[in-house]
């Protein structure tokens, strides 16, 4: 039983880490990898476009924001469900940054803290030897904050615009003013907030509470085998065991190495992030008595009825359902891509020319979201009487290029159908590549509008 319960903390303990250094090496690396030039995510308001898995969307095809929004609220809700705060003590950067300034800067290298169990006990910053040690974690501290925030700021500005426009600060001051200000934050909230943002800040720990149910995931103290330590009004009733048969031993090593400054005994508490630091103490402890841990990440209802853990009910199973829907009907909105786009406005209402010719002008603004250039053209579909004036030959476009062409239509038939009022003639326009290998076109709506009878016999 002793090698079962030292087993199972080294796993929190290993399993939380490992968790931690992978998240880390995945947001950092994520900015830097690129299927055919495009990042894997990028919201870049510079080239206002949306890199997702490789694939560029421009602002016209933005529809897919929708898509996402709802795909993280559900992934929230599922997670939060199954699992509570999971997400804020295994992968929250908040919770990454604060054990990598508190427990490895300031306690592993530093010294400054001298015990990793107690996290209730401050450094004595009266002696000389701990403010030089503070000095230099907040030096350190700030470094990191600046790469942080850079790394941050690659998912809106890719790392190659970045490094180029740093070089020009008066140029790019609007960068600096987020790189800084996400930087001084880091500082501000890492070193000064501490985990008070988790606790007073975080609007993450107000939507748990209205997600939770009983078979909820989350770190539980036992109450059957440990001793009941709390009355319902949350008062504390006793330090050392004065309950009969309680294992628990009021050593109170969940209390003092919690980061959020609670005692897990006393139940569910916003405050708990899940982290099981509580869990591990525990297990250390009652190992020694050849005991498993008090405290587990289990259910409620498991710890109430003594039965395995429902991870699949009506819940998880509708909020994953959900997930699927949104995520296919995501692929298949991604998988539609357009290699070229047209938008179609019109200048002026119409022109009179020698002989009765009618002209409507426009202007067309092409895009070759393609990887390749190619000459583009257009035509008039299902309407011969309607026909191209300007520009009479095909136009070349760079890959991503924008290109605005004004557009002259005319006629030389009589299409008036009223005497007083202009004739709205619907357009069908197929704009098309002419060398490209693949099938490279696009077809939009526009209107044609003709003179009235009255007008035109005037210029008669």
Avoid at 182 to 208: G, H, T
Wanted: net charge positive.
């Amino acid at each position: 039983m002793e090698m079962q319960s030292r087993i199972k903390a080294h796993f929190y303990h290993k399993k939380r880490y490992w968790t931690y250094f992978i998240t880390t090496i995945i947001v950092l690396c994520i900015p830097f990898i690129k299927i055919d030039g495009n990042q894997i995510f990028l919201l870049s308001f510079d080239h206002k476009q949306l890199h997702l898995f490789g694939v560029a969307f421009d602002m016209q095809e933005l529809y897919l924001m929708p898509f996402l929004l709802i795909l993280l609220f559900l992934l929230i809700f599922f997670l939060t469900t199954l699992a509570g705060r999971v997400w804020c003590g295994w992968a929250c950067p908040q919770t990454i940054f604060r054990v990598l300034y508190r427990d490895l800067l300031e306690t592993k290298i530093l010294k400054l803290r001298k015990r990793m169990e107690n996290r209730q006990i401050e450094p004595d910053m009266s002696l000389g030897v701990n403010k030089f040690k503070k000095a230099i974690a907040f030096i350190v501290w700030v470094v990191l904050a600046l790469i942080i925030a850079a790394n941050f700021m690659w998912y809106f500005v890719p790392p190659s615009d970045f490094f180029a426009y740093i070089q020009n600060p008066l140029e790019h001051k609007y960068l600096y003013i987020f790189w800084l200000g996400i930087a001084i934050f880091l500082i501000a909230d890492i070193i000064f907030i501490k985990e008070n943002f988790c606790i007073y800040m975080c609007p993450y720990s107000r939507v748990q509470s209205v997600l939770y149910d009983n078979d909820t995931i989350m770190t539980v103290y036992d109450y059957k085998r440990g001793g009941v330590v709390f009355d319902p009004k949350g008062i504390k009733l006793w330090k050392k065991p004065e309950v009969p048969n309680a294992e628990c031993t009021g050593c109170e090593a969940c209390v003092k190495i919690c980061p959020t400054h609670i005692d897990i005994r006393k139940g569910m508490q916003l405050e708990c992030i899940n982290c099981l630091e509580c869990s591990d103490a525990c297990t250390k402890v009652m190992a020694k008595l050849g005991k498993p841990s008090l405290i587990s990440w289990t259910s409620p209802q498991a710890i109430e009825k003594q039965q395995k853990v429902r991870y699949m009910r009506f819940k998880t199973i509708a909020y994953l359902g959900a997930l699927v829907i949104v995520l296919a009907g995501l692929l298949y909105m991604s998988s539609t891509k357009e290699s070229m786009l047209l938008n179609i406005n019109r200048s002026e209402l119409y022109t009179i020319r020698e002989n009765y010719r009618v002209e409507n002008s426009y202007v067309f603004l092409f895009q070759n979201t393609n990887h390749n250039g190619y000459e583009f053209y257009f035509e008039i579909e299902g309407n011969e009487m309607i026909k191209i004036k300007r520009p009479s030959k095909p136009f070349y476009i760079k890959p991503g290029e924008k290109l605005k062409q004004v557009v002259v239509l005319y006629t030389d038939a009589n299409l008036a159908k009223d005497s007083q009022k202009d004739t709205h003639i619907p357009l069908k326009i197929r704009a098309y590549a002419l060398d490209s290998d693949e099938k490279i076109e696009i077809v939009r709506k526009s209107v044609f509008i003709y003179p009235p009878k009255d007008v035109m016999n005037k210029e008669k």
